[in-house]
């Protein structure tokens, strides 16, 4: 199934996001591109049992064709995509996460995924839990979804950690050699003023 994206709100999240223990998620531009590529390459035993774009190795021109049409969803307030960068080093990423609109009007949805040498330190859970509070900060938002495979047990973790609570596990088209076809639909909505 392909999904696309629709305006999720006139308003934007903040371009820097604070995290925590000394890290930050940025928003993508240009400048990240070269590490973000060789953190994809670095890190493709890694991500290719759960994300079907992982298959193959970008180049470096396909990696910043890609940080271009993020900026391109961000300006156009479909998807919100951001680095997680150490503080003191601002270009040196260790993730990458989103905050995505292909679900429908007053949803976004959180992606992630972090080095595997920076996996077990809580950056995930601590940058998806900054995300959510500034998707449901934004106007016209009242929900924040995370998906994963059941199979996919340390991806679980993190909406389970922050007080997501599992709406339901639906079948769902296998896209990667891990996948077990079984889709986790881990939901937030906003809390009633």
């Known amino acids: 199934m392909v999904q696309t994206s629709v305006r999720t709100t006139a308003a934007r999240p903040p371009g820097l996001l604070t995290v925590a223990g000394g890290y930050s998620l940025h928003r993508r531009t240009d400048a990240h591109a070269p590490a973000l590529n060789a953190l994809v390459r670095a890190n493709l035993d890694h991500l290719r049992p759960w994300m079907p774009w992982a298959a193959h190795a970008p180049d470096p021109a396909a990696t910043l064709a890609m940080v271009r049409a993020g900026d391109s969803a961000w300006r156009a307030g479909t998807d ?48 998806a839990r900054a995300l959510t509070a500034a998707a449901l900060g934004l106007p016209g938002i009242t929900r924040t979804e995370i998906h994963c495979d059941e199979a996919n047990t ?32 881990w939901v937030q909505d906003r809390t009633p003023s």
Do not use: Q
């Open 80 to 127: 919100f995509l951001y680095v997680l960068a150490p503080d003191a080093e601002p270009t040196a990423v260790v993730g990458a996460f989103g905050l995505h609109g292909r679900i429908g009007p007053g949803t976004l949805e959180i992606g992630y995924w972090t080095d595997a040498g920076h996996g077990g330190r809580g950056l995930a859970t601590a940058a």
């Open 154 to 185: 340390r991806s679980a973790a993190v909406p389970r950690r922050l007080g997501y609570r599992l709406d339901r596990t639906d079948d769902a088209a296998v896209g990667a050699p891990g996948e077990t076809g079984r889709k986790m639909i």
